[in-house]
């Protein structure tokens, strides 16, 4: 009889712990999410030109944006979570109309929604390098969508969703980025600056902020890589994806076909011509 109260007493303990576990989790991402942040002043210094919408909807594509908000940017579930999480991208065509444009391109470049709380794994540690007339061109275009159903059902947080956001698995975008990595009023139109501009705000995603690769992504030092293109080569493989033999990867070949297709001529020449320039040392 003693040995099953103790038993009884070993296993309300552990009931006590688990269930203040799971308070504790519960309250502290709680915390994390109700978090406010407040975006730079101003956000944008440029009007989004109507006449920019062709230039604004390339460098969505280039950006990769339907890969989280869906092909048609109506939505899309970016994280499922075993005991029931759901992440959701959102409705780009609804609710960016009821944003100002300021608003928009603090989400973009600072992950801060318009409440002022976090938006969750997004990369605007990236995209806040972006320019103020690519930002405002993109803006052009989103707004230029007509408004659609959304694709997918609303974000809904559970207990293991909330544990992997509080072990920063599922990161909280303003509080990753470098507010002092603003990009510049104009995307710059030297091959080179032009080539560090895109190389910086898109490549670091995969091959990290100094490109010299990301082992958990398999992506590869880029300039030991462009060692083994001649401009022309480099130039094939952005339009075909067929990368010389031993450095192609399939995952740089769908990024290609999906993203990187969508970027000028004069993009991948300064990418090519900024890459192929040795650093200045120390």
Not at 10 to 33: E, N, Y
Not at 38 to 50: E, F, N
Not at 162 to 180: E, I, K, T
Not at 216 to 244: V, W
């Amino acid at each position: 009889m003693q040995d099953l109260r103790k038993h009884g007493i070993t296993l309300l303990a552990a009931a006590v712990l688990v269930a203040g576990a799971i308070w504790w989790i519960d309250a502290a991402s709680t915390r994390m999410l109700e978090t406010h942040y407040t975006a730079p002043v101003p956000a944008l210094t440029l009007v989004p030109d109507p006449g920019e919408v062709g230039n604004g909807a390339r460098l969505v594509h280039v950006s990769g944006c339907s890969a989280c908000h869906g092909a048609d940017l109506t939505g899309g579930v970016t994280f499922r979570g075993i005991f029931g999480t759901r992440l959701v991208a959102p409705n780009l065509t609804r609710v960016l109309r009821h944003q100002s444009d300021e608003q928009i391109a603090a989400a973009i470049r600072y992950g801060v929604k318009p409440d002022g709380t976090s938006i969750i794994d997004m990369p605007s540690d990236l995209f806040v390098a972006f320019s103020d007339s690519d930002l405002a061109a993109m803006i052009a275009y989103l707004r230029s969508l007509p408004e659609k159903p959304d694709a997918t059902e609303k974000t809904r947080w559970k207990l293991g969703g909330r544990a992997m956001l509080m072990l920063g698995w599922l990161p909280r975008a303003a509080a990753n980025v470098d507010r002092h990595a603003r990009g510049p009023e104009q995307t710059p139109a030297a091959p080179f600056l032009r080539g560090q501009y895109i190389a910086h705000s898109q490549c670091a995603q995969c091959h990290g902020a100094d490109l010299s690769g990301n082992t958990a992504e398999a992506s590869p030092d880029l300039r030991f890589s462009i060692q083994h293109y001649t401009p022309a080569a480099f130039a094939h493989f952005f339009r075909t994806g067929e990368g010389q033999i031993g450095h192609g990867t399939k995952t740089m070949t769908k990024m290609i076909h999906t993203r990187f297709r969508y970027l000028t001529d004069a993009d991948v020449h300064g990418i090519y011509r900024y890459l192929n320039t040795p650093l200045p040392k120390g």
